[in-house]
């Protein structure tokens, strides 16, 4: 089986400019969580893709939005870009079952942005 | 809230010692638990899991971690460490759905030969 696979590798945008990510999941997984891990923390939660509606949202403005396509790859958009923003973006694909237990998050590389 | 809390930032064991790498959680029902590895240029690998059962978890790679719910704590163990076992290692929380974890700041682990 295939892993889970994110483009592109590296990005430099500048502020206010806007970004798209992409992640290919896992194949046969229906959910895509994405994540952002600044330099010397820990992954933060952004949101959760489920048979392509948003299941779940952590602590981040509207301006980060997302899409999961009939395939279960799914993107990750940033507008307004703030210096803030660089860090590691990350996606884990997993098969969640609502009200099941044990699925197992399996992530990508990572995309690392650069914001200047 | 949950949340997730690795004491310890940076941690250095010689080779063939033994490990333990801490974590303490806050999560308000029954916790999910979980161990990842990071090294670096990718992306993070699931050592160990927590769900129910035997508080004893063993992982891949020869580690093993302890539930310990009086003490809020799931700590990572290794009876004997090898050089390539040098990375960043992140503890998690959450509940059913793993996809929704809480993950600490992680503990840099250094082997010196």
């Known amino acids: 089986e295939t892993g889970v696979t994110q483009s592109p590798t590296h990005l430099i945008k500048t502020r206010g400019q806007q970004v798209t990510l992409r992640c290919s999941s896992q194949?046969?997984?229906?959910?895509v969580s994405w994540y952002q891990q600044a330099l010397g923390q820990g992954p933060q939660f952004i949101f959760q893709?489920?048979?392509?509606?948003?299941?779940g949202r952590g602590n981040f403005p509207p301006r980060f939005s997302g899409l999961q396509f009939p395939n279960y790859s799914s993107e990750l958009n940033v507008n307004a870009l703030e210096l803030d923003d660089s860090a590691l973006y990350l996606c884990?694909?997993?098969?969640?079952?609502?009200?099941?237990?044990?699925?197992?998050?399996?992530f990508g590389p990572g995309t690392r942005l650069t914001v200047l | 809230a949950q949340s997730v809390t690795q004491p310890d930032i940076h941690i250095t064991v010689s080779e063939g010692a033994s490990l333990e790498l801490r974590c303490n959680y806050s999560?308000?029902?029954?916790?999910?638990l979980f161990w990842y590895v990071q090294s670096p240029g990718q992306g993070l690998q699931l050592l160990l899991k927590?769900?129910?059962?035997?508080?004893l978890v063993q992982g891949i790679k020869g580690f093993e971690a302890e539930f310990k719910r009086s003490q809020s704590s799931f700590n990572l163990r290794k009876p004997s460490v090898h050089w390539s076992d040098a990375a960043e290692y992140f503890c998690?929380?959450?509940?059913?759905?793993?996809?929704?974890?809480?993950f600490g700041d992680g503990t840099t682990l250094t082997v010196k030969p």
């Open positions: 884990a694909s997993s098969s969640y079952l609502s009200g099941g237990a044990g699925d197992t998050q399996y």
């Open positions: 194949s046969g997984h229906n959910t």
């Open positions: 893709y489920y048979r392509e509606e948003e299941n």
């Open positions: 999560y308000g029902a029954t916790p999910y």
């Open positions: 927590y769900f129910s059962g035997d508080t």
């Open positions: 998690a929380v959450g509940g059913t759905n793993a996809g929704k974890s809480t």
